[in-house]
């Protein structure tokens, strides 16, 4: 089973990245340090922080917690990758703004949900099943794929020698 994620405060674009990976990512965006590691106890669910002294105390308090590496969203998304084996593929989104899985639908489901250009422009759609949200492969889905294929790269790169080209 996937692990699921706990993100801190710092992390909001990072969450955004595993939740279109497929991931289970909670995110808390001002929550102290107590109340984070109390939540990542409590759901199993792993903390991700940069924050070296929430790092330690999540420890110390028996949570599972990982110190995230990398400047750019790509090396951050590598960083977590290579640490908890996660295959990256964008294609097994969950919805970015709340975390629940997206249900692909036919054109006819989202009519009136979406601008009447973009209802002409796309035939695949997919529906957030809890906020709703309507999501479609627009201009930006390729800028999507090409950082989501670079952490990829980056996780394999790392992973040692012996690897076949
Ligand atoms: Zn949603």
């Not at 994620?5 to 990976?21: E, K, N, P």
């Not at 990542?40 to 105390?57: H, I, N, P, Q």
């Amino acid at each position: 089973m996937s692990p699921r994620f706990l993100l801190d405060g710092m992390l909001g674009s990072l969450a955004r990245w595993l939740r279109i990976c497929g991931y289970d990512a909670e995110y808390l965006r001002s929550a102290p340090d107590e109340e984070l590691i109390r939540r990542a106890v409590e759901s199993g669910r792993v903390l991700l922080t940069r924050d070296r002294m929430l790092y330690r105390k999540a420890i110390k308090a028996g949570a599972e917690a990982f110190m995230v590496e990398g400047e750019s969203d790509a090396e951050k998304l590598a960083s977590v990758s290579r640490r908890f084996s996660l295959k990256l593929d964008p294609e097994r989104s969950r919805c970015p703004q709340c975390d629940a899985p997206l249900a692909a639908v036919g054109r006819e489901a989202v009519r009136g949900r979406v601008p009447p250009r973009t209802f002409e422009a796309y035939d695949e759609f997919w529906v957030c099943g809890s906020c709703g949200k309507v999501y479609w492969r627009g201009s930006h889905w390729r800028s999507i794929v090409e950082t989501v294929r670079e952490a990829s790269r980056r996780a394999e790169a790392a992973d040692g020698p012996g690897h076949s080209l």
